[in-house]
């Protein structure tokens, strides 16, 4: 281990220019119009800058790395240019055009055909619209029916087109090692799983009523089976939020295209997290010619790290995560919610006229405002946002509250711990793990890996062959969303049906298919699943009709979750900011966050070129991975 | 020491230094026409298919229009290649045991698709629409030449790019009107003149830049 606490193994930061606001603001004094820079280095024009930029565009230079004269260089690629002309003088192979035996409807060569689907993260969907050439889908973008995209889509869905086409998923079923065909599986499978088996099944969030409705069979069918469910990119702390404020588990949306006055409590509502992309929609409508709005809306961020909400937002305060909850707090006391209580030393580093401002624009604004908790905000924030909405009368106009998206919502570090529990004292006798990694993402004080090893039969179901697929006896490949028949709700809770594009390329199957094989009945295909599903559900009358609209639209007309009629208990709210009252607001140390990647999401997006040469929000990293610090932080204490 | 050089020497220097020139001259010769010749473009060659499908018959004997089998060349890149389907509309009927009809059928009963060899193959890196061409009246014969009497199907002209110019340089040499189209036997009685006049109508704004063709 590398002390860091030893000045001399410090690079020193003395011979660095010193790069201040002072200087800046002296460089941009007599700036005119629009300027850009590229780092803050050259904006303050240090030596270190010049010099840098000197060895990368040198002036006037014409230099060739050691020992090639001009004239060689010239031979050298003049022989090239003329070697390449000759690969032109092949004659050109003779090529098939092969036409279909019998050419499908509609289907015009040349020209693309779309079909509406839906892609999930975290277990929520997106809708998109696919362009399919000749049978094979080229191209991503959103639905513009559906409500959770209005024709506009996240960078994943731009980017999954590729991991289709991904050479390095996984293509054959093996078993420890051997490739083995579907069939075998089931058979094996189904002669070992008795009734009796301790069954233990572990997926991502699942919002899908068809696969919740098959892994409950499961369950129903098998006693002693539990479901467990768990994401790295984890939202149980807004879960948990709800329940501290409601008592009860309900899925908060929001309307931003009513709230005049925004107040973001680390959240980055318009790129991360369910629903993002039409938050942003709805949010920026209110920022262009006020046509329907005489006033534009107004955004007050409160972050830990730079985001693309705070850039838009017209108050941004920089708040240690540790600060976050005491914020809340003094603001819940500030709009003057029943009890509740300001901590003392709240007001650190001039945040409390801010705070201040904050609260007075919110209560002018009752019921067109919007308090919004970031996903990964502690759980108590999430209970004081909601306590504040409804001190402001938001809920149900800015602010909807519904039941749960989530099939199984719930603490979901502590569902995977109960089942590494289990599986350590000898208790599981087959692990499924359906589309997730745990041996790479779950936390590691569990020892995941060690206590997986203990469990007598491991499948696993994934796109690639991962670190969990290592450790397991049966691997199977799942089917990319492209190539799958599949439902989720979306974050309004509506129905999004996932339509194939094109046969699975390496025979994939999807989370449902594996289920079916432990069920009664035995394996099904992911169609006949879904069909029958929602066959049951929407009723025997006129279903063809209402399936192929639905099909065709991309989602069930009319599904999403109806508004609850929930209120937030402000006497618990009032025992929260008591609470949070008498802990240390200024803790000593150094407070660590993590988040997904804006990017590369929580690893399993790493083998995707395009989403990892996608710059970075704000750092503009790419193929890159960093910890990031403040500039005042990066400065030990002992030599500033 | 006698002399190296003999006079004769004088005569097969200047023999060699002309023949030099003419050796280089014939060989660019050669390439350019090597090229050029059917060896390198299949110009007029009868590629091998699977079933020997007879245009002479179908087009000029029979009368059917082209649009009945290349249905997609108005509205697509791609004029489209029938499916066995369209060929099995008559062949169920008449012919339906011709023992040279038998992939067809094969194709129509197992759904497995015929693979044709393909005749007129532009280069990968060259875009082509049929669409905008057809409805800029230029007719299929201009560049497919009188397929109506072809008993087999062959590459009339070059598709080289110098061909391609010749007419996008000078389209109203060869553009008719929109009902000649799919008419193999048009000829013009005053190109010229008419030709101008259909540029005028048709609003053809013949390209000419690199990035039309070469995307």
């Known amino acids: 281990m590398t002390k860091f606490d030893h000045p001399a193994e410090v690079p020193s930061t003395s011979r660095r220019s010193r790069i201040d606001l002072a200087s800046m603001r002296e460089h941009l004094q007599d700036a005119r119009g629009p300027r850009f820079w590229r780092s803050l280095d050259e904006l303050a024009e240090t030596e270190e800058f010049q010099e840098l930029l000197h060895r990368e565009f040198p002036e006037m230079g014409v230099e060739l790395p050691g020992g090639v004269s001009r004239r060689r260089f010239v031979q050298l690629m003049s022989a090239s240019l003329a070697l390449g002309g000759l690969t032109a003088c092949t004659r050109q192979p003779l090529e098939k055009i092969v036409p279909y035996a019998q050419q499908p409807e509609s289907l015009v060569p040349g020209r693309p055909l779309y079909f509406a689907t839906s892609m999930t993260l975290g277990g929520v969907a997106s809708g998109l619209l696919a362009e399919s050439h000749m049978g094979r889908p080229t191209k991503v973008e959103g639905n513009p029916e ?66 919740a409705a098959i892994a409950q069979q499961v369950l129903s069918e098998h006693p002693q089976a539990r479901w467990h469910q768990y994401d790295a990119v984890t939202r149980e702390n807004v879960v948990a939020g709800a329940e501290m404020a409601f008592g009860e588990v309900v899925a908060t949306r929001y309307d931003f295209a009513r709230a005049d006055v925004v107040v973001a409590l680390d959240a980055d509502f318009l790129t991360t997290g369910p629903g993002a992309v039409r938050y942003a929609r709805d949010f920026m409508s209110r920022r262009r010619a006020p046509v329907d709005h005489p006033e534009m809306n107004r955004l007050y961020a409160v972050e830990s790290m730079p985001t693309a909400t705070g850039t838009v937002a017209d108050h941004r305060l920089p708040l240690r995560p540790s600060q976050l909850a005491g914020f809340a707090a003094a603001l819940a006391a500030e709009v003057g919610l029943p009890d509740a209580v300001a901590p003392a030393g709240a007001d650190v580093g001039g945040q409390g006229e801010w705070l201040r401002a904050a609260a007075r624009d919110l209560q002018a604004h009752r019921g067109s405002s919007a308090v919004v908790a970031g996903d990964y905000a502690p759980a108590e924030v999430h209970a004081l946002a909601h306590a504040i909405n409804g001190h402001l009368e938001n809920i149900g106009r800015t602010v909807i509250h519904t039941a749960p998206l989530e099939a199984m919502p719930g603490d979901q570090t502590a569902s995977l711990a109960s089942l590494v529990d289990d599986m350590a004292a000898g208790e599981v006798d087959i692990l499924v793990m359906l589309q997730c990694n745990p041996v790479y993402d779950a936390p590691v004080d569990l020892d995941f890996t060690t206590v997986l090893r203990q469990v007598g039969r491991r499948i696993h179901l994934g796109l690639y062959r991962n670190e969990t697929s290592e450790h397991c006896h049966w691997h199977i490949p799942a089917a990319h969303y492209l190539e799958s028949w599949d439902d989720a709700r979306a974050h309004d809770g509506t129905i999004s049906l996932t339509q194939p594009l094109i046969e699975p390329l390496y025979d994939g199957k999807t989370v449902a298919e594996v289920l079916s ?93 395009w989403l990892q040469e996608c710059p970075k929000p704000l750092t503009k990293l790419t193929w890159d991975n960093a910890a990031l610090v403040s500039p005042v932080s990066r400065t030990p204490r002992w030599s500033r | 020491m006698s002399q190296i050089f003999k006079p004769s020497t004088n005569t097969l220097a200047r023999v060699s230094m002309f023949g030099a020139i003419f050796f280089l001259a014939i060989l660019a010769w050669v390439l350019v026409t090597l090229n050029r010749s059917s060896l390198a473009t299949r110009q007029g060659i009868v590629l091998q298919q699977p079933v020997p499908f007879s245009h002479d018959h179908h087009v000029a004997g029979l009368g059917i229009s082209c649009l009945y089998c290349h249905t997609t060349v108005e509205e697509s890149s791609f004029a489209g290649i029938p499916p066995s389907a369209t060929c099995m509309n008559c062949h169920k009927l008449i012919w339906n045991e011709s023992p040279m009809l038998e992939p067809v059928r094969e194709s129509y009963r197992t759904g497995r698709p015929i693979e044709w060899t393909r005749v007129h193959d532009l280069p990968d890196f060259v875009y082509f629409d049929h669409s905008i061409h057809v409805a800029k009246g230029i007719g299929c014969a201009s560049c497919h030449g009188r ?49 101008a006049r259909l540029i005028a109508d048709y609003r053809v704004q013949s390209k000419l830049s690199c990035s039309v063709c070469h995307r």
């Not at chain 1, 803790?587 to 997904?596: C, N, Y």
Request: overall charge negative; hydrophobic content about 35%.
């Open chain 1, 146 to 211: 559906h409500p959770a995209s209005l024709g506009a889509t996240d960078l994943f869905a731009q980017a999954s087109v590729l991991s289709l086409y991904d050479p390095d998923r996984s293509q054959v079923i093996t078993n420890l090692n051997r490739i083995r065909s579907w069939s075998a599986f089931v058979e094996d499978t189904r002669r070992e799983t008795l009734a009796s088996t301790r069954l233990r099944l572990l997926t991502g969030t699942v919002t899908s009523p068809s696969v």
């Open chain 1, 517 to 609: 094989v432990f069920t009664e009945e035995g394996s099904r295909s992911a169609h006949g699943l879904l069909r029958s599903y929602w066959q049951g559900v929407l009723g025997e009358s006129g279903f063809e009709t209402r399936w192929r609209k639905a099909l065709h639209d991309g989602f069930i007309a009319d599904s999403a979750l109806p508004p609850t009629g929930v209120t937030p208990g402000t006497e618990a709210a009032a025992e929260t900011t008591a609470l949070i009252a008498g802990t240390d607001q200024i803790p000593d140390g150094v407070d660590l966050a993590f988040r997904p990647d804006p990017t590369i999401y929580d690893g399993r997006f790493s083998n995707n070129g």
């Open chain 2, 147 to 195: 397929v109506d009497q072809m008993p087999l199907m062959y590459q009339a002209e070059s598709l080289q790019m110098e061909w391609c110019l010749e007419c996008h340089r000078a389209p109203e040499m060869f553009i008719r009107p929109r009902t000649e189209i799919y008419n193999m036997e048009w000829v013009s009685t005053d190109q010229e003149t008419e030709g």
